[in-house]
């Protein structure tokens, strides 16, 4: 079956402009997750949701970053007045919950931010 | 809050050597463990996993038991193939009864390279 996609799979943009990164979950799975992995480094956990809404969204680095899921399946990861730290590898992935349990996470083939 | 420290790489082998990276963390409670696997120009895909202490984790002939009284989770293999070069990240997860349930924590990761 079809496994968790990310686009664009390359974005550049330059300093101070808005993207937006779309991620489509593994169909029925109704947790998804953002992470960034800056180079040398393991991903970053950003936000997760549950459905359609943030269960938690403590790794956002700050106000300029915002996530929504509006239907409960894809997400958009958005980011406004983009910096040239912000450039990384944004993974997504998806899990199935089943009443308390989060199994295991899927993760998608990443899009690459680079900022100019 | 949850961290994860990895070995330090990179880690060259030659074929058929014994591989072991060493993985340490810090959690309160009772958080699950996992080891995953990022080949070349793939995505992060989960190698094994333990959920409770004393659990062993197997897959591809790679090994890792979670030893709470020590903290680590340390994969192993008794002989690495070329085909297993790729970057390892060690990673947890929070119990059902913390702030971090549900995302995860990944270390740094590990470079492997293994030479015929």
């Known amino acids: 079956g079809a496994g968790v996609s990310q686009t664009p799979s390359n974005k550049v943009t330059e300093k101070g402009k808005y993207v937006e990164l779309r991620c489509d979950p593994i169909s029925g799975h109704t947790a998804l997750y953002w992470y960034r992995q800056s180079l040398g480094q393991g991903p970053e956990f950003l936000i997760y949701f549950q459905g359609t809404g943030a269960a938690d969204d403590s790794g956002l680095p700050n106000d300029r970053f915002f996530a929504v899921r509006p239907e409960g399946s894809v997400s958009t990861l958005k980011i406004q007045r983009t910096e040239r730290g912000d450039s990384a590898v944004y993974l997504c992935?998806?899990?199935?919950?089943?009443?308390?349990?989060?199994?295991?996470?899927?993760f998608g083939p990443g899009t690459r931010l680079t900022v100019l | 809050g949850n961290s994860v420290t990895q070995m330090e790489g990179p880690v060259t082998l030659s074929e058929e050597a014994f591989l072991t990276i060493n993985c340490t963390y810090t959690?309160?409670?009772?958080?699950?463990l996992f080891w995953y696997v990022q080949y070349p120009g793939e995505g992060l895909q989960l190698l094994l996993k333990a959920t409770k202490a004393d659990d062993k984790g197997s897959n591809k002939g790679f090994e890792a038991t979670y030893r709470k009284e020590t903290t680590s989770f340390h994969l192993e293999k008794g002989s690495v193939q070329v085909s297993d070069s790729a970057v390892y990240f060690c990673a947890l997860k929070g119990d059902a009864g913390g702030t971090s349930y549900g995302k995860l924590t990944f270390g740094q990761g590990t470079i492997l390279t293994v030479h015929p």
């Open positions: 959690a309160t409670g009772y958080p699950s």
């Open positions: 992935a998806s899990s199935l919950y089943s009443g308390s349990y989060y199994n295991e996470q899927f």
